[in-house]
């Protein structure tokens, strides 16, 4: 069992930035981020492989948001900038494992508002 640790959410201004961090506690093949916007379905954000330089990003954030990792410490971060009223959502990580099993996190709330 993979056990995820999520941080970095809050309230934030439009233009503004944040950074969300994803935490694995075992070995995992990628890491991805998905939100989920009030009434709305739950979409994917970007991700990332563990093991090489494959990221994908959704078309709504490319340019704005970077993904990028911390082997070392199996952890995947997400730095989003220029922030858009939008972009309100709950944040979640989700890992793979090399098995295939998925382990979603509890989800960060991330609000942009004036």
């Known amino acids: 069992q993979v056990q995820l640790a999520e941080s970095g959410g809050g309230l934030v201004q439009p233009g503004g930035s944040l950074r969300l961090s994803c935490a694995a506690s075992?070995?995992?093949?990628?890491i991805g981020w998905f939100r989920q916007a009030p009434g709305k379905e739950r979409e994917g954000v970007s991700c990332?492989?563990?093991?090489?330089?494959?990221?994908y990003y959704a078309d709504s954030v490319k340019g704005r948001f970077t993904i990028s990792r911390d082997n070392a410490k199996n952890t995947v971060y997400l730095q989003m900038n220029s922030l858009k009223p939008e972009d309100t959502a709950v944040y979640y990580c989700?890992?793979?494992?090399?098995?295939?099993?998925?382990?979603w996190g509890k989800g960060t709330l991330v609000t942009v508002s004036p």
């Open positions: 989700r890992v793979v494992t090399a098995a295939g099993v998925y382990y």
């Open positions: 990332i492989g563990m093991s090489d330089d494959v990221t």
């Open positions: 075992g070995f995992t093949s990628a």
